[in-house]
């Protein structure tokens, strides 16, 4: 099977000038996890996934201690409203992930897979000269898994 078979088309794209606000909203308006981010040449530069919005455990340098950080800021409790407003002025391209791990429709599901489980990540823009054309997610997989079930 391959990726072009159970890739979900067509994709959600922000353009890497958007807003962090408007790429919230468009998350929320599409329901979806992530968001390919592209140039305006429409080519795929980074990827912004809900774990950029919520933080991640960082280790503090010169310590064995992790503290969450949200938008490259250190997040304390008397901070979080200050990081907030501060992100309404970034953009996609200063949060995203650059050059993201991607698939094309041509690619089988195992590599695929292998992929995600190499990188620990859960979804895999599809793109066919460097543009997202589709998006392939670990859901998707489980789809394909619950199809082949059905059919014996």
């Known amino acids: ?8 088309q067509p994709v959600v794209v922000v353009r890497e000038t958007d807003t962090l606000l408007d790429v919230a909203r468009t998350m929320l308006d599409q329901r979806i996890g992530c968001v ?4 305006a040449r429409g080519e795929l530069v980074g990827i912004i996934t809900e774990s950029d919005f919520t933080g991640r455990e960082r280790y503090l340098p ?6 969450p950080q949200l938008f490259g800021e250190w997040l304390s ?16 391209r200063e949060i995203m992930t650059p050059e993201p791990v991607t698939a094309t ?17 859960h979804r895999i823009p599809v793109v066919r000269r460097r543009v997202p ?18 059919r014996r």
């Open 1 to 8: 099977m391959k990726v072009k078979d159970i890739m979900v």
């Open 105 to 121: 429709e041509d690619d089988g599901l195992t590599d695929v897979v292998q992929r995600m489980l190499h990188h620990g990540i």
């Open 62 to 67: 010169f310590s064995a201690f992790k503290m």
């Open 133 to 150: 054309v589709g998006i392939v997610t670990r859901h998707d997989l489980l789809r394909v898994m619950a199809a082949d079930e059905r």
């Open 36 to 39: 390919p981010v592209v140039d």
């Open 77 to 92: 409790n008397d901070a979080l409203e200050r990081i907030h407003e501060h992100a309404r002025r970034l953009t996609a």
